[in-house]
């Protein structure tokens, strides 16, 4: 059993835990409702934060079965999702990442991507997918976490802060193209 499914989840936050939210690993079964519910809509929000520019729904929805489902099946990844009486609310997805050979070879956990929907903000759900993510890094012997924000997204950037993430690096971006 890993340390995800032996409990380490639920023990975490000032209170503000929803007990009847649930998590688990993405299953095949419910790719069709994940995309729908929790995937198109975390892109759509990701698309109002940055210089992101969103291919037509259908399109979308097609291009994250195809990434979804590859993430199921690859053992260096990982795809966390909260559910409040059955109905998906937020998800974390991650994988493991390894230096260019030019660097000491450390395992990294980066975390890709984190979506809690509007409903269920400020109640516990974002840090307990973190923690999900940081049990998985565990099992699979990461002994580092990261992940990338947009510099606009203030509650993210709250979230990460209190789960302890702390800034390294900055990103920045310049069309080139001035009428951009």
């Given amino acids: 059993m890993d340390a995800f499914e032996s409990g380490i989840v639920g023990a975490i936050i000032n209170g503000r835990i929803n007990p009847s939210v649930e998590f688990a690993h993405l299953r095949p079964a419910d ?61 974390a997805a991650a994988e493991v990442q390894t230096p260019p050979p030019i660097f000491e070879q450390h395992r990294v956990c980066h975390v890709n991507e984190l979506f809690v929907r509007p409903s269920a903000r400020r109640q516990g759900v974002g840090m307990r997918l973190l923690a999900a ?9 990461c002994p580092r976490l990261t992940l990338t924000v947009d510099s606009d997204n203030q509650p993210a950037r709250a979230l990460y802060a209190a789960a302890g993430y702390k800034s390294s690096r900055h990103t920045m971006h310049k069309p080139v193209d001035p009428e951009q």
């Fill in 31 to 91: 790719l069709d409702t994940f995309l729908e519910q929790l995937w198109v809509p975390a892109q759509q929000e990701t698309a109002a934060f940055g210089p992101h520019t969103l291919l037509n729904p259908e399109l979308v929805r097609a291009e994250g079965e195809t990434h979804v489902s590859a993430r199921i099946d690859d053992n260096e990844s990982v795809i966390f999702v909260a559910r409040d009486d059955a109905v998906p609310v937020g998800y």
């Fill in 133 to 141: 993510i940081e049990a998985w890094a565990v099992d699979t012997e």
